[in-house]
DNA sequence: ACCTGAACACCGTTCAAGT
DNA sequence: ACCTGAACACCGTTCAAGT
């Protein structure tokens, strides 16, 4: 089993490494960061051994998000076990999915990203779709009509890509924000 | 009355078309087209007259900020006047404010911008303040209680900024949708 | 197969000199 | 007061040459 890590084993890199360390650099330090005299600088080579794994700086970016959307397909599948649970337990769960998103610039990054790749803008439509799916299904099966259900669980989605984008005038919403927010989305029923 | 186009009287330019030309761009082609020597070649000029009129790049963005920021104050303080309205009109007034926006462009661009630039910041901050509050008074004289009103306030607003984000996978919403919005967020009394 | 080193284009920045 | 023109640093990109 190979290691990815370029201190152990060979002094050689594989592309990996490089995909690797460009998304460090973005959940650190943000976009910005990832330049390419900055990466070589980390790992220790010269920009002629980048344009070796690499076309272009896009093509990096394009391997970095493309790495992000895999994990993020991964992460969304394991929440797919939640279907066993509760209605209002599975909303509460994609709300805080949405909230203490723990690599938050990554998010804010992909977004602006979005703007310019379309494979991760395709990514985010997957997201959004999938978490609006399991909100809307678990209204129906709370007693919602389509459209009541339809409405509740995009404003719900719509306000969770609004927190990550929030300037806090409006205080970060809590989990426990959450608990009252899911109680008002899905209220008719849950009180 | 001095004109502020370089192409009517004197030839020399005014730090005023610098930040014409360069909000310009920002709404037409994003925050990526706004180099200097863009500008120069937009403008006519050499670099050098730039930089006897800004000290850098970053003064240049701080100069297209805070106009973009005294026009959005502007038009705030426009919506100002919709106080005499009944409460209901005035929310879905907010929310038709938080769809339509024009100039979707400088709104994400400036997003992005607001993380760097703490003046861009509290613009933003204002303006999404400003919205809650109109929301948040509107709701509590519709007779809901301060958590009440506050909940449902700040999902608006959250949503709003989601809207402008958003990668319609969910489609973006019309004019009805924010209708039934308002009937949803002030369900209890406007039905 | 993976990398160095030197070259080049492009962009931001500076500054002496021009009107 | 406003601008030119030439210079320099920095970064992305290319490529012949090395192991």
Redesign the interface.
């Known amino acids: 089993m190979p290691k990815s890590s370029p201190a152990t084993g060979s002094t050689r890199l594989r592309a990996d490494d490089w995909v690797e360390r460009g998304l460090a650099l973005l959940m650190t330090e ?1 976009l910005g960061a990832i330049k390419i005299s900055r990466l070589c600088r980390d790992l220790g080579v010269t920009k002629g051994s980048f344009y070796w794994h690499f076309s272009d700086v896009d093509s990096l970016m394009g391997a970095i998000a493309e790495r992000w959307c895999t994990r993020t397909r991964e992460e969304l599948s394991r929440l797919h076990k939640v279907q066993g649970l509760p209605p209002l337990e599975r909303i509460r769960l994609m709300g805080l999915r949405l909230v203490d998103e723990p690599s938050e610039h990554v998010e ?1 990054a992909l ?2 990203w ?2 310019h790749d379309s494979d991760v ?1 395709a990514v ?3 997201t ?2 999938f978490i ?1 799916e399991v909100v809307h299904d678990a209204l129906v099966e709370l007693g919602y009509d389509e ?1 009541a259900a339809r ?2 669980a ?2 719900l ?14 205080p970060k ?1 809590t989990a426990k ?1 959450i608990n ?2 899911v109680g ?1 989305i899905a209220g008719d029923v849950a009180r």
Chains 1, 2 share one sequence.
């Open positions: 943000g804010r977004r602006e979005a703007v803008a985010l439509r997957e959004e779709q609006f459209e409405l509740r995009g404003l989605v719509y306000a969770g890509i609004g927190f990550a984008y929030g300037q806090q005038a409006l919403p924000d009252d927010l008002f």
